[in-house]
């Protein structure tokens, strides 16, 4: 069954950029949307960003929008999450998921699965 992973997180400053991936495994990721999930300390799982399984269709929340970009690369089973200008708010456990076709304008966690262990981003000021 499909597994993903995901990787990249680390420390950066306020302003700085990081790069998250999501690399799948068991089954290839090609045919599912992905999402990007965070959840911050006392905080729900909100969704962050999705692409479609032939990434012709992505979808940001308004709090990113501008600043972090989705992509793939099917031939490597990736999905991409460049984050950009990075603020204290950012500050969170990233996961990526994957859902049927159709799903990324909802950007919820209800009907994503096979979910990632996740990658903390941290940012300083």
């Known amino acids: 069954q499909l597994q993903l992973v995901e990787s990249g997180g680390g420390l950066v400053q306020r302003g700085g950029s990081l790069r998250l991936s999501c690399a799948a495994s068991?089954?290839?990721?090609?045919?599912?949307?992905i999402g990007w999930f965070r959840q911050a300390p006392g905080k729900e799982r909100e969704g962050v960003s999705c692409i479609s399984s032939t990434g012709g269709v992505t979808n940001y929340a308004g709090s990113v929008k501008g600043r972090f970009t989705i992509s793939k690369d099917n031939a490597k089973d990736t999905v991409y999450l460049q984050m950009n200008s990075l603020q204290l708010e950012d500050t969170a456990i990233y996961y990526c998921g994957a859902g049927d076709w159709g799903i990324c304008p909802s950007l919820s966690q209800r009907g994503f699965r096979s979910w990632g262990q996740g990658t903390q981003v941290t940012v300083s000021s």
């Open positions: 068991g089954f290839t990721s090609a045919y599912y949307s």
